[in-house]
């Protein structure tokens, strides 16, 4: 049978024929001959830009990228000399969606970033597309979730509703295929009924290309449906790969490899590079046991194009993190020299008033004595402020990454309510034209539906409800009062927290996370915020520590991010230890991490604060917080904190 990976690929080169059926242009050799021979007479206007436009599109039809993407950036230049934004927009969005065809994601990014807030100003009904392209981008890199989010994107742009069918199901189809590989097939079912009632209208081609059933042949294979999935793929000889690979579930291995074969020449064609990967995975698995020397043509094949795909990619996307990188490092410099020479101002500054008040305090009477003596405590004052600021600061950092985990843990249940909200307000008028029908029996059956997706809107509805209070209870302002707290989840909602807030910094971060409590550790008198705020700060230093190896490759090949956090009940205590394979701390910096405004991190990333606090909150706990590290293996914090509290008060 395929595997979790296999189907987990199916997206990715179902996306990659997307480009035949975005915005279908039939490819006419006679009208292509004929624009090209007038346009170097023709003038620069906006006519010319449009011809342009409608040039790059057909010859990306014909699968000649190069001309394509020469057109389209004729046409932006042009653009740009006569401010016609509109041709902006129109040239951009298909220099972007040309990339996104041939998987070059970084370039169709960047082009999607340049459009966009131009789209916005000047042609909101091309913002629909543009979510297309940005679906395609993240479902090429496996971002499903976020692939998802721009599906749902498209579909709620106020220009969606007004488009005809012939541009609304390249969305639905998106949407179909993304549901699908979740394994959310009520939903996928839901939007795919929108493409099927296209196919009993039959929507004209190109405005509706037998590609789409590639969508409605994934969902029925997810559905275990092989027959009607078979009778969907056959309707174009393109998707000769989703019948390999159906034919690969059933184990029919005879025809597999025939499907196989011609979808891979057939990819090979047409320079399709996720469908020549896919296809040559399947025969060089079914070869395996059968034929060795034709197992390894076909396996060389597949590594041959996953490489050429990926590398270049990669290459360019790292050469793009390490420029955006050192413009931000060389900014944050620049601000911290800033803020240097302020402080050594205001030091000299302090520094000349407190020898003139000791001078004073030797010339004058007792009254100037006293009134020396309050500007002293201003002065003290005012550094007690400026040191509340700098901790109030490290807890507001904390507090963001409690919200960002508390965005990503509510918004999957939001998205239930509102996907089925949608699908009521429909059914609500079906209803109605039912009733006004005299329908009753197929009224009762809509009202079903509407209940039973109202229970669903419930559930998830009290699903958020409970997790914002739930985290509410983690992140109010402490009371400094210690509460009998379960540890052990505690330790597992701050680890959630802390892995979704530092994904919504870093998209691409990716790490392997571990848990393992012991039962036994039970409920123990802390103040919850405090020590959710070490666990946070902790566990956060690890995500850092293992991004910053995977990032700069100072790791052998093969090197997997991994951080676990476990408990462990000991005598009359209770262990905390949080572990990362990172590259570990230097022995000549050990002793000092745990000092106020020490911190490794580069300038602006850190304020030096974070394990200071986590120091004194531990100890004032009658605790204790422990390291060891390994440079180039990783390090490990625990923290060992009594079952019975020493003390009634905490920092």
Same mark, same amino acid.
């Given at each position: 049978m395929a595997t979790g990976k296999s189907s987990c690929l199916l997206i990715f080169f179902m996306l990659a024929a997307f480009s035949d059926f975005a915005q279908p242009v039939n490819f006419d050799r006679h009208l292509i001959d004929s624009l090209e021979q007038v346009l170097p007479k023709s003038?620069?206007?906006?006519?010319?830009?449009?011809? /342009?436009?409608?040039?790059?599109?057909?010859?990306?039809?014909?699968?000649?990228?190069?001309?394509?993407?020469?057109?389209?950036?004729?046409?932006?230049?042009?653009?740009?000399?006569?401010?016609?934004?509109?041709?902006?927009?129109?040239?951009?969005?298909?220099?972007?969606?040309?990339?996104?065809?041939?998987?070059?994601? $970084?370039?169709?990014f960047a082009a999607v970033d340049e459009v966009w807030p131009i789209a916005q100003k000047?042609? $909101?009904?091309?913002?629909?597309?543009?979510?297309?392209?940005?679906?395609?981008n993240y479902g090429f890199r496996y971002e499903l979730n976020t692939a998802k989010s721009w599906g749902l994107k498209a579909l709620n742009e106020p220009a969606f509703a007004k488009l005809p069918d012939a541009e609304k199901w390249p969305t639905y189809m998106q949407l179909v295929l993304v549901y699908a590989n979740l394994d959310s097939l009520d939903i996928a079912e839901y939007y795919a009924s929108f493409l099927k009632k296209y196919i009993k209208n039959k929507l004209p081609a190109p405005a509706f290309p037998e590609n789409a059933y590639r969508a409605l042949g994934l969902l029925e294979r997810r559905k275990k449906n092989y027959e009607q999935a078979i009778d969907y793929l056959r309707r174009d000889t393109a998707n000769a790969t989703g019948l390999a690979q159906v034919y690969d579930e059933l184990n029919q291995t005879d025809a597999a490899i025939y499907y196989a074969k011609i979808g891979l020449d057939y990819a090979t064609l047409r320079k399709t590079s996720p469908d020549v990967i896919e296809c040559s995975s399947i025969l060089a698995r079914l070869y395996e046991n059968t034929d060795t020397a034709l197992a390894y043509k076909y396996l060389k094949i597949h590594l041959d194009a996953k490489d050429s795909l990926y590398r270049s990619n990669l290459r360019e996307e790292e050469e793009g993190r390490a420029l955006a990188k050192q413009k931000e490092q060389f900014q944050h410099e620049s601000q911290a020299t800033n803020l240097r020479n302020r402080i050594i101002q205001v030091s000299l500054v302090a520094l000349a008033a407190v020898f003139l008040i000791s001078a004073l305090l030797f010339l004058r009477n007792n009254r100037i004595k006293q009134t020396a003596n309050r500007k002293l405590e201003k002065a003290y004052g005012d550094l007690k402020a400026t040191q509340a600021q700098l901790i109030q600061s490290e807890k507001m950092a904390s507090l963001g990454e409690l919200t960002a985990g508390i965005a990503h843990e509510i918004q999957n249940p939001l998205n239930f309510v509102n996907n089925f909200s949608?699908?009521?307000?429909? /059914?609500?008028?079906?209803?109605?034209?039912? /009733?006004?029908k005299g329908n009753s029996a197929e009224a009762e059956a809509i009202a079903d539906n509407i209940t039973q997706n109202e229970e669903k809107i419930i559930h998830h509805g009290k699903r958020a409800d409970a997790i914002v209070k739930?985290?509410?209870?983690?992140?109010?302002?402490s009371s400094g009062q210690k509460e009998p707290t379960d540890i052990n989840a505690l330790?597992?909602?701050?680890?959630?927290?802390?892995?979704?807030?530092?994904?919504?910094?870093?998209?691409?971060?990716?790490?392997?996370?571990?848990?393992?409590?012991d039962q036994a550790v039970g409920k123990i008198k802390v103040v919850p915020q405090e020590i959710g705020r070490v666990l946070l700060n902790l566990i956060n230093n690890a995500f850092y520590a293992v991004n910053e190896k995977a990032r700069l490759r100072s790791a052998p090949g093969g090197y997997e991010p991994r951080v676990v956090v476990r408990t462990k009940k000991l005598g009359d205590k209770i262990e905390i230890v949080v572990e990362d394979n990172g590259n570990g701390i230097p022995q000549n910096i050990i002793d000092k991490i745990f000092q106020p405004f020490f911190t490794t991190k580069p300038t602006g990333q850190g304020t030096g604060l974070g394990l200071?606090?986590?120091?004194?909150?531990?100890?004032?706990?009658?605790?204790?917080?422990?390291?060891?590290?390994?440079?180039?293996?990783?390090?490990?914090?625990?923290?060992?904190?009594?079952?019975?509290?020493?003390?009634?008060?905490?920092q």
């Open positions: 003038a620069n206007d906006t006519n010319k830009v449009n011809t /342009l436009v409608l040039l790059s599109e057909m010859y990306q039809g014909k699968i000649d990228y190069d001309r394509s993407l020469s057109y389209a950036r004729m046409a932006d230049t042009i653009s740009q000399q006569l401010k016609y934004d509109r041709g902006r927009v129109r040239s951009l969005a298909q220099i972007a969606f040309v990339y996104a065809g041939t998987g070059n994601w $970084p370039k169709s000047v042609y $909101p009904e091309q913002l629909t597309f543009l979510c297309n392209i940005m679906f395609m949608e699908v009521n307000k429909e /059914l609500v008028n079906e209803l109605k034209t039912q /009733l006004a739930g985290m509410l209870q983690h992140s109010r302002t330790a597992d909602e701050y680890v959630r927290l802390a892995y979704h807030g530092f994904r919504a910094k870093d998209k691409l971060f990716n790490a392997e996370l571990t848990t393992s409590f200071s606090l986590a120091y004194d909150i531990v100890k004032a706990h009658g605790g204790e917080i422990k390291v060891e590290t390994k440079e180039g293996i990783g390090t490990e914090f625990s923290i060992q904190l009594p079952m019975t509290p020493k003390s009634n008060k905490s």
